[in-house]
């Protein structure tokens, strides 16, 4: 009989750490998730007429991890539509990498670039210069507004390129942001090469993209995937964890709590040994995420499928229809905390539509806005945070989600290296 693992929560992670299992053919995976479809905070939310995202995602070439986790279950890269790292806004401001082999990528992507000044360019490249020197490292970690004063950052560059990839990347402002994990980011994707830096816009809904073709692939290998099934307490008792899921109580070798940190706690504080993991995880702090999906009558005139905004509430528009989507859907994203969060969504949607006005002229007349709100999208990935390990302080008993340590922000692929490493722990206590 092989080892039974369960793993709680079907989220990136989740899904990560099943596949991981399930290839290693050592172990049978049963995964429970207690909404009615996988994908937790990466899921689509049903409209009738055009599935939309609980919000809109977007994913680069580094998350190496991710990519191979989609091809090795059958998914095709024409899932994402895929351009070179472009910061585009609708007055003209444009910087595109070039399609060449690092660093002459970004290099003559920043001495091609619109709207930036000879200053500005230069400070680009002190700050890369700045980061390389410390090899990538910052001690003390600081908030990522005082890594932008110490590498002399010009107002151009901060407010066009280095504050809107913060918020984006950390779903953090950048005065409250880890300049360490910021420098992870740029590290791994502008500096390391043409395809680390490419933007990969899904063309599915986000549980098109992984979740159903991983649930799939894994019950085409006779393991379980149990939806609607949340998973109310665990029970540690003659060498085997017991799970209060569905009907019955059932017994496992070893779980993978693979829940959001929020919802980790309930299933963790039973166990008087994960004290201070569960202390820990309460005093995590959370960071909003809005999209304001707007459908116009017609497709408004956007060059690149995503854009930069100034002036807020929303700091990035995504074109659905060069992505897939019907024409005319936009996604406006207004990521991190700050004054709109005081907003009703009738307000929001009101200033996002005068912001895209503002923008691009006159827009078509609007047939529906729909406004998806996450209050705890991410951890505030603030500086020194300190993350848990994979590995709890109960034998057996494991974590894997977007918050546990690792270098990258609360992400799909932290999420999804998170799981695999779970599931690397696993398999190494099972020899
Ligand atoms: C609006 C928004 C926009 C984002 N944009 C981006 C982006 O552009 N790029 C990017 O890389 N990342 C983005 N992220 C972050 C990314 O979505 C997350 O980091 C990632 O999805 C987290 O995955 P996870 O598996 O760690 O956790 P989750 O997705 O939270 O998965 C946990 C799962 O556990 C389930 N669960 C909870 N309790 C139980 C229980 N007791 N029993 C059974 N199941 C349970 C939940 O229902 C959920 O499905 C965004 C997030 C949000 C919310």
């Given at each position: 009989?092989?080892?039974?693992?369960?793993?709680?929560?079907?989220g990136?992670?989740?899904i990560?750490?099943?596949?991981?299992?399930a290839?290693?053919?050592?172990?049978?995976?049963?995964?429970?998730e207690?909404?009615?479809?996988?994908?937790?905070?990466?899921?689509?939310?049903?409209?009738?007429?055009?599935?939309?995202?609980?919000?809109?995602?977007l994913?680069?070439?580094?998350?190496?991890?991710?990519?191979?986790?989609?091809?090795?279950?059958?998914?095709?890269?024409?899932?994402?539509?895929?351009?070179?790292?472009t910061?585009?806004?609708p007055?003209?401001?444009?910087?595109?990498?070039?399609?060449?082999p690092?660093?002459?990528?970004?290099?003559i992507?920043?001495?091609r670039?619109?709207?930036?000044?000879?200053?500005?360019?230069?400070a680009?490249?002190?700050?890369?210069?700045?980061?390389?020197?410390r090899?990538?490292?910052?001690?003390?970690?600081?908030?990522?507004?005082?890594?932008l004063?110490?590498?002399g950052?010009?107002?151009?560059?901060?407010?066009?390129?280095?504050?809107?990839?913060?918020?984006?990347a950390?779903?953090?402002?950048?005065?409250?942001?880890?300049?360490?994990?910021?420098?992870?980011?740029?590290?791994?994707?502008?500096?390391?090469?043409?395809?680390?830096?490419?933007?990969?816009?899904?063309?599915?809904?986000?549980?098109?993209?992984?979740?159903?073709?991983?649930?799939?692939?894994?019950?085409?290998?006779?393991?379980?995937?149990?939806?609607?099934?949340?998973?109310?307490?665990?029970?540690?008792?003659?060498?085997?964890?017991?799970?209060?899921?569905?009907p019955?109580?059932?017994?496992?070798?070893?779980?993978v709590?693979?829940?959001?940190?929020?919802?980790a706690n309930?299933?963790?504080?039973?166990?008087?040994?994960?004290?201070?993991?569960?202390?820990?995880?309460?005093?995590?702090?959370?960071?909003?995420?809005?999209?304001?999906?707007l459908k116009?009558?017609?497709?408004?005139?956007?060059?690149?499928?995503?854009?930069?905004?100034?002036?807020?509430p929303?700091?990035?528009?995504?074109?659905?229809?060069?992505?897939?989507?019907p024409?005319?859907?936009?996604?406006a994203?207004?990521?991190g905390?700050g004054?709109?969060?005081?907003?009703s969504?009738?307000?929001?949607?009101?200033?996002?539509?005068?912001?895209?006005?503002?923008?691009?002229?006159?827009?078509p007349?609007?047939?529906?806005?729909?406004?998806?709100a996450?209050?705890?999208?991410?951890?505030?990935?603030?500086?020194?945070?300190?993350?848990?390990?994979?590995?709890?302080a109960?034998?057996?008993?494991?974590?894997?989600?977007d918050?546990?340590?690792?270098?990258?922000?609360?992400?799909?692929?932290?999420?999804?290296?998170?799981?695999?490493?779970?599931?690397?722990?696993?398999?190494?206590?099972?020899?």
């Open positions: 009989m092989k080892p039974e693992i369960a793993v709680i929560g079907g990136y992670a989740g990560a750490c099943a596949v991981a299992l290839r290693s053919e050592k172990v049978r995976v049963t995964v429970f207690s909404g009615r479809v996988l994908g937790g905070r990466a899921r689509v939310v049903a409209r009738p007429d055009t599935p939309l995202d609980n919000g809109q995602h994913l680069i070439g580094a998350y190496t991890h991710t990519l191979g986790l989609l091809r090795s279950v059958g998914v095709s890269p024409g899932v994402f539509e895929s351009l070179p790292m910061l585009a806004y007055d003209g401001f444009c910087l595109r990498a070039a399609r060449l690092a660093p002459l990528h970004l290099a992507g920043i001495l670039a619109r709207g930036m000044s000879w200053a500005d360019r230069r680009a490249a002190r700050l890369i210069r700045y980061l390389k020197q090899n990538w490292t910052l001690t003390p970690d600081r908030p990522v507004a005082n890594l004063l110490d590498a950052q010009t107002p151009t560059m901060r407010s066009r390129i280095w504050e809107p990839l913060c918020v984006a950390l779903n953090t402002p950048v005065r409250e942001a880890s300049a360490q994990v910021f420098a992870n980011v740029l590290r791994d994707s502008l500096a390391a090469g043409a395809s680390a830096s490419e933007l990969l816009i899904p063309r599915v809904d986000l549980s098109e993209l992984l979740p159903v073709p991983a649930t799939r692939w894994l019950g085409r290998r006779g393991h379980t995937i149990r939806t609607s099934d949340p998973i109310k307490g665990i029970r540690h008792e003659d060498g085997a964890f017991w799970l209060d899921g569905g019955t109580w059932a017994g496992y070798n070893q779980v709590v693979a829940t959001a940190p929020y919802h309930a299933l963790l504080e039973g166990f008087a040994p994960l004290a201070p993991l569960v202390r820990q995880l309460a005093s995590l702090a959370y960071q909003p995420t809005i999209t304001v999906y116009y009558e017609q497709a408004p005139p956007m060059p690149y499928p995503m854009m930069g905004l100034v002036g807020g929303a700091q990035w528009l995504f074109d659905r229809h060069q992505a897939g989507g024409p005319g859907l936009v996604a994203v207004i990521s905390g004054e709109h969060e005081a907003l969504h009738a307000e929001l949607e009101l200033a996002v539509q005068r912001q895209l006005e503002g923008a691009f002229g006159k827009m007349p609007v047939e529906w806005i729909q406004t998806i996450e209050k705890r999208a991410t951890f505030a990935c603030t500086p020194g945070l300190a993350r848990p390990d994979n590995r709890s109960v034998e057996g008993l494991w974590l894997a989600g918050y546990t340590r690792g270098p990258y922000p609360a992400t799909i692929e932290g999420a999804v290296r998170s799981g695999q490493a779970a599931a690397r722990g696993v398999l190494e206590t099972l020899g």
